[in-house]
């Protein structure tokens, strides 16, 4: 297994999932990142399972996977993997550094924790980006609100009828 020294938020953030509301990251990666295998990563969870309450840590359903799958490029490698991943949250990435008691594991945890706070700040600043374009709407829909009055005016109006221009036979 390839050992990881140093990892980056920024490639961090590439490997968190949004799966059933909620941010989350496979065993795989992690295991990559911790400097184990993926097998010793799940052996660790299972012995400790009361440290990982559903909130911590699930196991994908078939179908959830299939979906990442379906979805995310970069996985179709796992299309054929023989067991279902498990996914795991903040606070579970938090819990494992703690089983697998390891100092690349510490260093890693810490990497990781900065990677979902970055994305937090990130997604914060989208929040307001959004409200702002709200107010903008607002601002600019109230312009306009006289034009699409027109507008709806001229469609609504009654059709008159319209004297008849030109030649009529039977005036002659």
């Known amino acids: 297994m390839r050992k990881s020294t140093t990892t980056y938020p920024a490639k961090i953030i ?15 990666d992690l295991a990559e ?3 184990v295998e993926t097998r010793v990563l799940k ?4 012995r400790n399972l009361d440290h990982f309450p559903k909130d911590f ?13 379906t979805n995310c490029d970069n996985l179709l490698q796992l299309k054929y ?3 279902l991943p498990m996914v795991f949250t903040e606070q579970g990435v938090s819990m494992l550094s703690g089983v697998l008691k390891s100092k690349q594991a510490v260093k890693v945890n810490i990497s990781i924790m900065r990677a979902f706070v970055q994305m937090r700040q990130l997604l914060e600043g ?5 409200r702002k374009i709200n107010e903008l709407e607002k601002k600019y829909d ?3 609100k006289i034009i699409f009055d027109a507008i709806k005016t001229l469609i609504q109006q009654k059709q008159q009828p ?5 030649f009529l036979k039977d005036k002659l």
Not at 61 to 69: A, D, G, L, N, Y
């Open 14 to 28: 590439q490997r968190i999932f949004f799966i059933r509301m909620q941010k989350v990251m496979f065993d795989f």
């Open 142 to 144: 109230g312009q306009f």
């Open 57 to 69: 840590m699930f196991q994908l359903t078939k179908k959830e996977f299939h979906e990442v799958i």
């Open 81 to 83: 993997a023989p067991a």
């Open 33 to 35: 990142m911790f400097g």
């Open 162 to 166: 319209r004297e008849r221009i030109g």
């Open 126 to 130: 989208n929040k307001e980006l959004t």
């Open 43 to 46: 052996q660790a969870v299972r």
